[in-house]
């Protein structure tokens, strides 16, 4: 079992920065990824980026490179999203998620991620 804690969420105006946490805790060995993924009201979950634990690796969403940037701090088994030029479109809850099989590529794919953190709201106001 692995346990996310996130952390970071809030209210911010457009055009301003957030960077969210996620810390992971208990079977955290091996070769995982990490990624973020974030569901707007009414709207699907969507995946944002993700990053290999072992070789730094990442992947991210097109739409999405450029603003939002993914670091792992592996000592505490911690990633981080640092998100700038936020934009309205951007207010959802934000999602951390471990992919305990990835190997060195992270994958974009939700369905390969086997755990979840609770989410944390980011509010981005105009």
């Known amino acids: 079992q692995v346990q996310l804690v996130e952390s970071g969420g809030g209210l911010v105006q457009a055009g301003g920065s957030l960077r969210l946490s996620c810390a992971a805790s208990g079977r955290t060995s091996g070769n995982y990824a990490m990624g973020w993924f974030r569901q707007a009201p009414g709207k699907e979950r969507e995946f944002i980026t993700a990053?290999?634990?072992?070789?730094?690796?990442?992947s991210s969403s097109d739409s999405m490179k450029g603003r939002f940037t993914i670091t792992i701090d592996s000592t505490k088994n911690t990633v981080y999203l640092q998100m700038v030029n936020l934009k309205p479109e951007d207010t959802a809850i934000y999602y951390c998620a471990f992919d305990a099989g990835a190997g060195y590529i992270p994958r974009a794919d939700q369905r390969r991620y086997d755990y979840w953190g609770q989410g944390t709201q980011v509010t981005v106001s105009s």
């Open positions: 990053i290999s634990r072992s070789t730094g690796t990442t």
